[in-house]
């Protein structure tokens, strides 16, 4: 399934942005939904997932701060990122898998996902 990302870009310490994620052609609401981001220098990480059964998942540096969401009218997937500190500066990356799991681990590894979107830049200036 082919993912595309869009809605970065500059933003000021404290501001807001929402990442969008779109499946054309496709629906979402089977597969298990994800965002990650890669900082420069720095390896590809988690950011949050939402399941098939809707729960939410989120790393600990974003939790209380991003809300993951989707759309499954529009095929979408959402990341809305309140309170942007110049830390969340990286490339956003969705992902989708087709498979449900049941495991809390799998939702935070890459590998879990078959699916990406080309990566939207997100800059935090302090």
């Known amino acids: 399934v082919q993912l595309q990302a869009s809605g970065g870009g500059l933003v000021q310490a404290g501001e807001s942005l929402r990442l969008s994620c779109a499946a054309p052609?496709?629906?979402?609401?089977?597969?298990?939904m994800a965002w990650f981001r890669q900082a420069p220098g720095k390896e590809r990480e988690f950011v949050a997932a939402?399941?098939?059964?809707?729960?939410?998942y989120y790393a600990d540096s974003v939790a209380g701060r991003f809300t993951i969401s989707r759309d499954n009218s529009k095929n979408t997937l959402y990341l809305q990122m309140n309170s942007l500190k110049p830390e969340d500066t990286a490339v956003y990356y969705c992902a989708g898998s087709p498979r449900i799991y049941t495991r809390r681990s799998s939702y935070y590894q890459s590998p879990s996902y078959a699916s990406w979107g080309q990566g939207t830049l997100v800059t935090v200036s302090s």
């Open positions: 939402v399941a098939h059964s809707g729960g939410e």
């Open positions: 052609g496709r629906t979402l609401l089977s597969n298990t």
